[in-house]
């Protein structure tokens, strides 16, 4: 595969890691789009290229000659990194979604950030830029000591901290979307951000880019979940309350009556999850990637931890 130039936009946890091993591990000229400087990462040999995500000109100036952008930035920057893509004649465009599949999210979803408006844009430009999303789930730095923040990514969305979502391991607490509206248990799939960052990397060399890339750590029940931490940490959640859907709306109920805006936002997390919306199967990348071995989740766990 001839060299190509990749910019991935973003300076959080996920975008360093796909930025090294795009650098590490293909032959390909990768540079990170960045609102300031950073003499940190840039010291580390990280290229930097400090865009303004406001202004058209410059930021479609940055793409010039770049032949793939991948997305980690949501709202109204990528949206316009979309703009500036088509104009500076990009080839290809990931959007940032690195959740569950974005055709399961419900029109007016309060998680969106904007995403949907990326999916609009990238559509209408579809005969201008190839586009593809990164589906993996849940990632599973959310149940780390430090939460997901700790790594560095997710720090503007509300629900980003330690015991955020499902599991407070360090206080031995969960809430729990166990089971759907009919009563079946909730499936999900989780990814760790090493494992998609390497998924990603593979995918730049893909002749063709499907509309979906899926990829998949470990799929489980969210009850499993539970049931995993508690048997490598030896103890009980307690309290641990189960919910359905419908019980996750009342609490969202008392919570918007309050004006508890971060409980509500933790909330919808949890209903997304009940409701099914990182559940996939047939993840594409684990089959065209049969060298990668996703890291599991007992092995992840007790390496955070440090229960060996």
């Known amino acids: 595969m001839s060299m190509m130039r990749i910019a991935v936009a973003g300076t959080g946890g996920l975008a360093r890691l796909i930025a ?13 789009l960045s609102r300031s400087q950073q003499p940190a990462l840039a010291a580390r040999g990280f290229q930097i ?26 709202g109204p920057s990528q949206v316009n990194l979309i703009r500036a893509a088509v104009a500076a004649r990009v080839r290809r465009f990931a959007a940032s979604e690195f959740e569950g599949l974005p055709s399961l999210r419900p029109a007016g979803d309060p998680l969106d950030r904007r995403r949907s408006d ?20 849940i990632f599973y730095e959310r149940f780390q000591p430090g939460g997901l923040a700790r790594s560095l990514v997710g720090l503007n969305t509300g629900f980003s901290g330690e015991g955020d979502y499902i599991l407070d391991i360090a206080n031995m607490r969960a809430q729990v979307p166990a089971l759907t509206n009919e009563g ?7 990814t760790a951000i090493q494992d998609v960052a390497r998924f990603v990397t593979k995918a730049i060399d893909l002749p063709t880019w499907p509309p979906e890339l899926r990829m998949c750590g470990e799929r489980l029940s969210v009850q499993n979940l539970v049931l995993v931490a508690q ?6 959640f307690n309290p641990s309350v189960m919910h359905n859907p419908a019980t996750l709306r009342a609490e969202l109920a008392v919570a918007a009556a309050q004006g508890d805006r971060p409980r509500g936002i933790r909330l919808q997390t949890l209903i997304a999850t009940a409701e099914g919306r990182y559940d996939f199967t047939q993840p594409n990348m684990n089959a065209a990637f049969p060298d990668i071995t996703p890291k599991r989740l007992a092995q992840w766990f007790v390496e955070k931890w440090d229960l060996q």
């Open 20 to 32: 090294h091993y795009i650098d590490d591990e293909t032959s390909h000229h990768v540079m990170l």
């Open 49 to 74: 290229s400090v865009v303004d995500y406001t202004d058209a000109q410059s930021l479609t100036f940055a793409l010039k000659g770049i032949d793939t952008v991948i997305s980690t930035v949501t």
């Open 118 to 137: 990326a999916t609009r844009w990238l559509q209408h430009y579809a005969q201008n830029i190839i586009s593809t999303v990164f589906v993996c789930g």
């Open 184 to 190: 079946q248990p909730v499936m999900m799939c989780i």
């Open 231 to 236: 048997h490598l940490k030896k103890q009980t």
